[in-house]
């Protein structure tokens, strides 16, 4: 099969190509016009495929329900938004329910699904500051623990790729130390962490940060918090929610120039919300929410924020269009910076010979004309 526009985003710049498909690959990339093409996509852009590794759910699912056609809708219809990879996410609960919701993932992975890829699974808690717990269940919040950690992992069947944590009640970073040893993504969050003590949790493994602002230590210019270690360490990845509403534009253009081309990751944080009407009620950890008229999700009893019912393609379009960040700063945000921090940016993230065929088709006002999800058409 060959596509080809005369926008696709090749080498940090566009530029008109044919992309040939073959086998789940991108075959070669083509002088435009060169071969006869199955699709002509014209002046429209084409882009590597989005991968979100920070997302609980969508079409009322969520990670912790454990429930294996719930996980594979979600991977069939989430390609609507470009999104061709994930990583299903958690939230703190019972030691029995993060088992049962692992094992789903992993059951869902070895026996099959469609559409976007499952990549792993960020597990964001347990192990998480109480006051710093967003809209995460208090009375499940518990210090790291290495053993309990490997018997999650064991129900997961090794899948656990990202842990989000409050390190600072990490005794001896042993937990810190352990995941960073075995190839999983140590994001600080939810955490009360000063900035001295993200330090030390970066000297010690952590490697990333979890939806920077939301649930951690705010920037002081006397108190940097975690916030500032954010900033000031451009090689530690640092998650994002671009709603515009979890976080200010103003505040969204500050962490990417400070940042670089190279380290802000775009997540959804998408809920089980996500996708369904207005007014909604569901339950995310316990805790009944509601789905409000800009989109966001709060929790009914508390009014905060509970997370996101955001689409990729529109993060990518609040990103550039209104808090005026470079495009390859946004669309980086979005593809390869997430595919390193997970380890798989030999086969994912950018378009390139070789590569996975993950590929969004995108109008100027960032419309999905059409995803291929390796190589499969998805409309």
């Known amino acids: 099969m060959i596509i080809q526009s005369k926008c696709v985003w090749i080498q940090n710049i566009f530029m008109p190509a044919q992309i040939e498909i073959e086998n789940q ?91 976007a890829e499952i990549l792993g699974i960020h597990f964001e808690g347990p192990y998480l500051d109480k006051e710093h717990k967003g809209a995460q269940p208090e009375e499940y919040c518990v210090k790291p623990n290495v053993e309990e950690f490997k018997a999650y992992q064991a129900d997961a069947h090794g899948l656990i790729k990202v842990i989000t944590m409050a390190c600072e009640h990490d005794e001896d970073f042993a937990l810190t130390h352990y995941c960073a040893s075995h190839g999983i993504l140590v994001s600080q969050g939810h955490s009360g962490a000063t900035y001295e003590q993200a330090c030390l949790a970066i000297a010690n493994g952590a490697r990333s940060m979890t939806h920077v602002y939301n649930g951690m230590t705010g920037f002081h210019h006397r108190k940097p918090g975690l916030v500032g270690a954010a900033m000031r360490f451009r090689d530690v990845y640092a998650e994002l929610i671009c709603d515009g509403r979890h ?95 997970l380890g798989v940016d030999d086969r994912k993230g950018k378009l390139c010979a070789g590569y996975d065929a993950d590929i969004v088709v995108l109008t100027d006002t960032y419309d999905v004309v059409q995803t291929y999800a390796r190589g499969k058409a998805c409309k």
């Open 247 to 341: 976080v200010d534009s103003a505040a969204i253009n500050a962490l990417f120039m400070s940042k670089g081309r190279a380290s802000v990751i775009m997540i959804s944080d998408g809920l089980n919300a996500k996708g369904c009407p207005v007014g909604s009620h569901h339950m995310f950890g316990g805790h009944e929410i509601e789905v409000y008229p800009d989109g966001s999700a709060h929790l009914v009893q508390a009014g905060n924020l509970a997370g996101s019912t955001l689409r990729i393609n529109r993060g990518l379009q609040v990103v550039v269009e209104q808090a005026q960040v470079p495009f390859d700063y946004a669309i980086n945000a979005c593809t390869i910076n997430p595919a390193r921090a």
């Open 25 to 115: 690959k991108i075959k070669q990339i083509l002088e435009y016009g060169q071969k006869p093409v199955d699709v002509d996509y014209d002046n429209q852009r084409i882009v590597p495929g989005f991968i979100d590794q920070h997302t609980h759910g969508a079409y009322t699912f969520d990670t912790n329900d454990a429930n294996p056609e719930g996980l594979r809708n979600w991977t069939k219809h989430i390609t609507d938004e470009g999104v061709t990879a994930l990583c299903p996410t958690t939230i703190t609960q019972s030691h029995e329910v993060l088992s049962n919701a692992l094992k789903n993932v992993a059951y869902v992975v070895e026996n099959g699904y469609e559409g």
